[in-house]
C-alpha cells in the first residue's frame, strides 16, 4: 500500500516525441506519436478544428495551413517534420476582431456555401496572393486554386472574393 501511495503524486510518465511549433504566433510543446500528421495534432491536440479533414489524401484542400508562409496540405505532413516551424491556421488570420481582407471578401462574396472547404479555400487564397509568381486574371487565380474543391460549386463566387480581396490589399 505504501508504495501506491508514493507513486500517487508521481506525474504520469510522457507519452510520445517531443515537439515545439509556433501555431498563429503561439509557441506549443507537445508530445506527439511518431506517426502523428500534423492535422491531427493541429485538431485533436490544439483543438483548432477549423482546419478540416477532407479526403485525407492531399486531394482536397480543406487542410490548407500555412508552415513557414508556405501552403501545406497538412493531411499529408508527419508533425514531427516541423519542429520548430510557424504554423497559420485559420484561426490565425484574424487580428483580432478584424477578418484577414480575403475573409472578409469570402463572406461578402458569399463564397462558401456548406462552409466545410471553406478554411483551405480561404488559406489557398491568402497564398496565391502573397505568391508574385501568379497572374492576377482569372485563368492564373483558378488554375492556382485547383488543389481546392468545393463539392458545392462556389467556385464563381470564390473567384469573386479573392479579385476583391486582391484590389482591397492593393494588388
Not at 501555431?23 to 492535422?39: D, E, F, T
Amino acid at each position: 500500500m505504501a508504495n501506491t501511495s508514493a507513486n500517487a503524486g508521481a506525474a504520469a510518465p510522457v507519452e510520445g516525441e517531443p515537439l515545439t511549433l509556433t501555431v498563429n504566433g503561439q509557441r506549443r510543446a507537445l508530445h506527439v506519436a511518431p506517426n502523428a500528421i500534423l492535422l491531427d495534432v493541429l485538431r485533436d491536440q490544439l483543438q483548432l478544428t477549423g482546419t478540416k479533414k477532407g479526403c485525407d489524401h492531399g486531394q482536397c484542400g480543406a487542410c490548407t495551413v500555412h508552415v513557414n508562409g508556405i501552403s501545406i496540405n497538412s493531411c499529408l505532413s508527419l508533425a514531427l517534420m516541423h519542429e520548430g516551424d510557424a504554423v497559420t491556421t485559420i484561426e490565425g488570420l484574424a487580428r483580432g476582431d478584424t477578418l484577414h481582407p480575403v475573409q472578409a471578401a469570402f463572406w461578402e462574396h458569399d463564397a462558401y456555401q456548406c462552409g466545410y472547404c471553406t478554411s483551405g479555400q480561404i488559406m489557398s487564397a491568402v497564398a496565391v496572393l502573397a505568391d508574385k509568381r501568379i497572374g492576377h486574371d482569372d485563368a492564373a487565380v483558378r488554375e492556382a486554386m485547383s488543389g481546392n474543391i468545393c463539392r458545392c460549386g462556389a467556385y464563381r463566387n470564390i473567384l469573386a472574393a479573392i479579385q476583391d480581396a486582391r484590389s482591397r490589399m492593393g494588388g
